[in-house]
């Protein structure tokens, strides 16, 4: 069962002298109920954005240039019993929701998205570790969520709640009396989940979840995480420029490259037959622990701005493998089986399946072979200024 | 990865050690409270042989950052020495001092913060060589500048002289600044983080200019970083840090392939990796780091340690000692107490000890009941306890639950002892590298006997 379904969605920052930034270009991805997706990609490639923009926490300067979200729930006021929307609602055209009772949420207003907002989808954000709010006691942060989204509910049975939600993520339920100032890191990154938990949420985004922390207590947060997608069924979209973090917890992944997702699809398909020039270049370019002797090799060049950035491909000025083609406008995503079993480009339809935008996708075993030797990508002049 | 022994070390440092704040405050003064220092570096012993990477691992906060500090003298140490070149740098002339400012330099973390927008490349590269009086005239400063500008892949050089830090990109700034450190051709660099603020993409190149560097120019590197991937790719040799203790060093290989120290072992269990995927073991550590200002006596990792050291007269499991030392750490920082456990429960006092003998460590290393409570009780009978301890503890958590805390430490105290806690371990060789930590103390031995636990072995359960 789909939750999310993210289909062309755009999202632009205006500028003073009236351009703007196309922070994420036509992106489409879906996220299943119970599974972890993930989206990796380095800085300024748009993954925060994307983030923040399913649930309307952009920054003023940001909007919706096109594209929908589609969110399997909808608002309190337009469902029925079993939380699916009523049959008058899906009827009414001035109201966002389709016939499988799917809301879009990128054309709720932004009094309608606060219904949405941690009842069914919950973020936990960036810095999560300063995300607490200092003067108030722990437990009371949770207890205030609670009673906005849930009102029938009695301030004790909240307070009840929140100790067994601390308790749920390792923390013992007397210090929900405590304030964040006498939590560690560790705990604190913790009371953040139980609190993104406070209301069961359907979908939790984790931007940057472990970044802050020491890698003992980043394993710890991870194996908490995974816990309590199995206990409770939460699909996790996670966000991270760590690939050796995405590649533990995700079940499906895209890759974005300056604004566009580059290749997506099941994580052990990325990682095992990776199928786009980025990707394969991020290989090649971060250690790992395992391996004595190993040759990093970097992408040359940075990455682009995108402000009014024009047609090609985003990564082909990096790209040891563009061609004419690529400076015209940036390729589809294309099917990587069909690529690698008939060797044709073949746009690919299904949005679970292994998909990656390179026009070259025909010449898959070339690309693969060539990107292993680093005179690949040293030989390649780049204009960088 | 052999220790020449006729090579002469760079760099000696012997018995290290960096405390701040010791100043007080008037309140603690008033009280007459003793000052608290925060023991950032304490006692560390090491050497750096003339073209060696050595890296320098470890969480936030275990003093890596201060000791590369002391090194380039941007702290004086409290106690200890270090010798550069034969030399102690803690006591020397002015002049001896200008001369060894051309030999050290050191490369910071964050290329955003570390040069100064308002100056341009070349005043930035060239500044070194004015502060250091090297060369005089400005065409042979500005052909020095060129030169090095372009060995840091910053070429054509003239395109970069006039620019400002803004115009350029992360991966450009933090060529800047190793330009910057390499100018006055030195003979030791210290790197804190270089990489950290730099998009994977362009990390490898950075590194990868690094190593070249290295060879071209002569030069010994330390390189901080809490990245264990990027230890292992970069350096030959490596040490641990914890808490500012220096806990294992030797050659990387080594240390990454076999771990001594358990912090160790912890610490590269915890690296996500790619490659091993679902298989790769968890960190078996309980708990966070402890604050340095009071950091734990003994050796400063035993209150998190999966292999602390039972007294010689314990007949029970390790892992029961080491349970039953979390219930005497919990008890003292009052973590149980009578609300801890439902008073639904037939007998209190026994349900407050299976509360406390849980561990809060992976799942992979918990018992059955634990996993099944969600790490809220273990079952007694899966704890190979000696009666006599199993007596002290009830005896305890009966006194915690008459509210008598001083009571239930007290008889854990007496009851519950480890040399980990008593004694701080110096360093002792083991094979190739030196480990700090009492199961080594016998010259090296394997000293895992005791403790029926070995590091590569499956976890301490069953």
Same mark, same amino acid.
């Given at each position: 069962?789909?939750?999310?379904?993210?289909?062309?969605?755009?999202?632009?920052?205006?500028?003073?002298?009236?351009?703007?930034?196309?922070?994420?270009?036509?992106?489409?991805?879906?996220?299943?109920?119970?599974?972890?997706?993930?989206?990796?990609?380095?800085?300024?490639?748009?993954?925060?954005?994307?983030?923040?923009?399913?649930?309307?926490?952009?920054?003023?300067?940001?909007?919706?240039?096109?594209?929908?979200?589609?969110?399997?729930?909808?608002?309190?006021?337009?469902?029925?019993?079993?939380?699916?929307?009523?049959?008058?609602?899906?009827?009414?055209?001035?109201?966002?929701?389709? *016939?499988?009772?799917?809301?879009?949420?990128?054309?709720?207003?932004?009094?309608?998205?606060?219904?949405?907002?941690?009842?069914?989808?919950?973020?936990?954000?960036?810095?999560?570790?300063?995300?607490?709010?200092?003067?108030?006691?722990?437990?009371?942060?949770?207890? +205030?969520?609670?009673?906005?989204?849930?009102?029938?509910?009695?301030?004790?049975?909240?307070? +009840?709640?929140?100790?067994?939600?601390?308790?749920?993520?390792?923390?013992?339920?007397?210090?929900?009396?405590?304030?964040?100032?006498?939590?560690?890191?560790?705990?604190?990154?913790?009371?953040?989940?139980?609190?993104?938990?406070?209301?069961?949420?359907?979908?939790?985004?984790?931007?940057?979840?472990?970044? *802050? =922390?020491?890698?003992?207590?980043?394993?710890?947060?991870?194996?908490?995480?995974?816990?309590?997608? +199995?206990?409770?069924?939460?699909?996790?979209?996670?966000?991270?420029?760590?690939?050796?973090?995405?590649?533990?917890?995700?079940?499906?992944?895209?890759?974005?490259?300056?604004?566009?997702?580059?290749?997506?699809?099941?994580?052990?398909?990325?990682?095992?037959?990776?199928?786009?020039?980025?990707?394969?270049?991020?290989?090649?370019?971060?250690?790992?622990?395992?391996?004595?002797?190993?040759?990093?090799?970097?992408?040359?060049?940075?990455?682009?701005?995108?402000?009014?950035?024009?047609?090609?491909?985003?990564?082909?000025?990096?790209?040891?493998?563009?061609?004419?083609?690529? &400076?015209?406008?940036?390729?589809?995503?294309?099917?990587?089986? *069909?690529?690698?079993?008939?060797?044709?480009?073949?746009?690919?339809?299904?949005?679970?399946?292994?998909?990656?935008?390179?026009?070259?996708?025909?010449?898959?075993?070339?690309?693969?072979?060539?990107?292993?030797?680093?005179?690949?990508?040293?030989?390649?002049?780049?204009?960088?200024? | 990865?052999?220790?020449?022994?006729?090579?002469?070390?760079?760099?000696?440092?012997?018995?290290?050690?960096?405390?701040?704040?010791?100043?007080?405050?008037?309140?603690?003064?008033?009280?007459?409270?003793?000052?608290?220092?925060?023991?950032?570096?304490?006692?560390?012993?090491?050497?750096?042989?003339?073209?060696?990477?050595?890296?320098?691992?470890?969480?936030?906060?275990?003093?890596?950052?201060?000791?590369?500090?002391?090194?380039?003298?941007? !702290?004086?140490?409290?106690?200890?020495?270090?010798?550069?070149?034969?030399?102690?740098?803690?006591?020397?002339?002015?002049?001896?001092?200008? +001369?060894?400012?051309?030999?050290?330099?050191?490369?910071?973390?964050?290329?955003?913060?570390?040069?100064?927008?308002?100056?341009?490349?070349?005043?930035?590269?060239?500044?070194?060589?004015?502060?250091?009086?090297?060369? $005089?005239?400005?065409?042979?400063?500005?052909?020095?500048?060129?030169?090095?500008?372009?060995?840091?892949?910053?070429?054509?050089?003239?395109?970069?002289?006039?620019?400002?830090?803004?115009?350029?990109?992360?991966?450009?700034?933090?060529?800047?600044?190793?330009?910057?450190?390499?100018?006055?051709?030195?003979?030791?660099?210290?790197?804190?983080?270089?990489?950290?603020?730099?998009?994977?993409?362009?990390?490898?190149?950075?590194?990868?200019?690094?190593?070249?560097?290295?060879?071209?120019?002569?030069?010994?590197?330390?390189?901080?970083? &809490?990245?264990?991937?990027?230890?292992?790719?970069?350096?030959?040799?490596?040490?641990?840090?914890?808490?500012?203790?220096?806990?294992?060093?030797?050659?990387?290989?080594?240390?990454?392939?076999?771990?001594? &120290?358990?912090?160790?072992?912890?610490?590269?269990?915890?690296?996500?990796?790619?490659?091993?995927?679902?298989?790769?073991?968890?960190?078996?550590?309980?708990?966070?780091?402890?604050?340095?200002?009071?950091?734990?006596?003994?050796?400063?990792?035993?209150?998190?340690?999966?292999?602390?050291?039972?007294?010689?007269?314990?007949?029970?499991?390790?892992?029961?000692?080491?349970?039953?030392?979390?219930?005497?750490?919990?008890?003292?920082?009052?973590?149980?107490?009578?609300?801890?456990?439902?008073?639904?429960?037939?007998?209190?006092?026994?349900?407050?000890?299976?509360?406390? =003998?849980?561990?809060?460590?992976?799942?992979?290393?918990?018992?059955?009941?634990?996993?099944?409570?969600?790490? !809220?009780?273990?079952?007694?009978?899966?704890?190979?306890?000696?009666?006599?301890?199993?007596?002290?503890?009830?005896?305890?958590?009966?006194?915690?639950?008459?509210?008598?805390?001083?009571?239930?430490?007290?008889?854990?105290?007496?009851?519950?002892?480890?040399?980990?806690?008593?004694?701080?371990? $110096?360093?002792?060789?083991?094979?190739?590298?030196?480990?700090?930590? &009492?199961?080594?103390?016998?010259?090296?031995?394997?000293?895992?006997?005791?403790?029926?636990?070995?590091?590569?072995?499956?976890?301490?359960?069953?």
């Amino acid at each position: 069962m789909t939750l999310l379904e993210v289909n062309d969605l755009s999202i632009r920052y205006a500028v003073d002298d009236g351009s703007s930034v196309h922070a994420t270009d036509d992106v489409s991805f879906s996220v299943e109920r119970g599974e972890t997706y993930g989206l990796v990609g380095e800085s300024g490639c748009g993954k925060t954005t994307l983030a923040k923009s399913l649930v309307h926490l952009l920054d003023d300067n940001g909007y919706v240039e096109n594209g929908n979200v589609w969110f399997d729930g909808t608002l309190p006021q337009w469902s029925d019993e079993q939380g699916d929307a009523t049959q008058s609602v899906i009827d009414d055209p001035d109201k966002p929701v389709r *016939a499988d009772g799917k809301t879009d949420l990128a054309a709720l207003t932004n009094a309608q998205i606060r219904d949405i907002r941690w009842r069914d989808i919950a973020i936990i954000p960036q810095s999560a570790m300063n995300a607490l709010n200092p003067v108030y006691k722990v437990g009371d942060q949770i207890v +205030e969520a609670i009673l906005r989204h849930e009102p029938e509910t009695t301030a004790d049975e909240a307070h +009840e709640r929140a100790r067994d939600l601390l308790e749920r993520v390792g923390i013992e339920p007397d210090r929900a009396d405590d304030y964040a100032h006498q939590f560690s890191g560790g705990m604190k990154q913790r009371a953040v989940i139980a609190m993104a938990m406070a209301c069961s949420p359907d979908l939790l985004i984790a931007d940057e979840p472990t970044t *802050a =922390l020491d890698v003992i207590i980043q394993d710890r947060i991870l194996e908490e995480l995974e816990k309590l997608q +199995e206990e409770f069924g939460v699909s996790i979209l996670v966000i991270s420029h760590d690939i050796s973090v995405m590649a533990e917890i995700c079940d499906r992944m895209a890759v974005m490259y300056g604004g566009k997702v580059m290749e997506s699809g099941p994580k052990d398909e990325i990682f095992g037959e990776t199928a786009n020039p980025y990707t394969l270049g991020l290989k090649n370019s971060f250690p790992t622990i395992t391996s004595a002797d190993q040759d990093l090799v970097s992408i040359p060049g940075t990455p682009p701005t995108l402000r009014d950035p024009d047609d090609g491909c985003r990564f082909r000025d990096r790209c040891p493998f563009a061609i004419e083609e690529c &400076h015209a406008s940036h390729p589809p995503m294309y099917d990587v089986e *069909a690529a690698e079993s008939l060797g044709r480009s073949e746009e690919g339809t299904d949005e679970r399946a292994h998909r990656s935008a390179c026009y070259r996708i025909d010449e898959l075993e070339q690309l693969r072979t060539d990107a292993i030797e680093e005179s690949t990508w040293t030989e390649q002049r780049i204009e960088s200024r | 990865m052999d220790r020449a022994e006729d090579r002469e070390p760079l760099v000696e440092i012997d018995g290290l050690q960096k405390l701040f704040d010791q100043s007080q405050g008037v309140v603690d003064t008033i009280l007459g409270r003793d000052p608290q220092p925060v023991r950032a570096v304490d006692g560390v012993s090491l050497d750096i042989y003339q073209g060696d990477i050595v890296g320098i691992a470890g969480e936030s906060g275990c003093g890596k950052t201060t000791l590369g500090k002391m090194l380039v003298k941007l !702290h004086d140490p409290t106690e200890g020495s270090i010798r550069f070149d034969g030399e102690d740098i803690t006591d020397m002339t002015r002049e001896a001092e200008r +001369e060894f400012r051309k030999r050290v330099q050191m490369i910071f973390q964050d290329p955003f913060e570390s040069l100064n927008p308002r100056m341009t490349v070349y005043d930035t590269v060239a500044e070194p060589l004015k502060i250091n009086d090297m060369i $005089e005239s400005y065409d042979e400063r500005r052909d020095r500048v060129t030169e090095v500008l372009e060995d840091v892949g910053l070429g054509p050089a003239e395109v970069y002289l006039d620019a400002f830090p803004d115009e350029l990109s992360g991966g450009e700034r933090q060529r800047v600044a190793i330009a910057r450190a390499l100018v006055v051709d030195p003979d030791f660099i210290v790197c804190d983080e270089p990489v950290s603020m730099l998009d994977v993409s362009i990390r490898a190149g950075v590194l990868n200019l690094m190593k070249e560097l290295q060879s071209e120019y002569d030069l010994t590197y330390l390189f901080i970083s &809490h990245d264990l991937s990027l230890i292992r790719y970069m350096c030959d040799r490596a040490g641990i840090m914890y808490l500012g203790n220096m806990v294992e060093q030797g050659p990387t290989d080594d240390i990454i392939d076999d771990p001594k &120290h358990p912090y160790t072992e912890a610490l590269f269990d915890a690296v996500p990796d790619v490659e091993l995927g679902e298989e790769r073991r968890r960190a078996n550590a309980t708990g966070e780091v402890p604050s340095p200002r009071n950091p734990p006596s003994g050796c400063r990792y035993h209150p998190r340690c999966a292999h602390i050291i039972p007294p010689d007269d314990w007949t029970g499991s390790q892992d029961a000692f080491r349970r039953a030392y979390q219930f005497k750490l919990k008890v003292r920082r009052g973590d149980i107490s009578p609300e801890s456990v439902d008073s639904g429960d037939i007998e209190t006092a026994e349900a407050l000890v299976e509360h406390g =003998l849980t561990l809060d460590v992976p799942e992979e290393y918990r018992t059955e009941t634990e996993v099944a409570t969600g790490g !809220h009780r273990v079952d007694l009978s899966a704890v190979d306890l000696p009666t006599d301890t199993r007596r002290v503890l009830t005896e305890a958590a009966e006194a915690v639950l008459a509210g008598d805390a001083d009571r239930a430490v007290s008889t854990l105290d007496d009851a519950l002892t480890t040399s980990c806690a008593e004694r701080q371990p $110096e360093p002792q060789p083991s094979g190739t590298r030196e480990v700090a930590c &009492h199961r080594y103390d016998d010259g090296g031995a394997d000293g895992l006997d005791g403790s029926g636990a070995g590091l590569s072995a499956a976890p301490a359960e069953d």
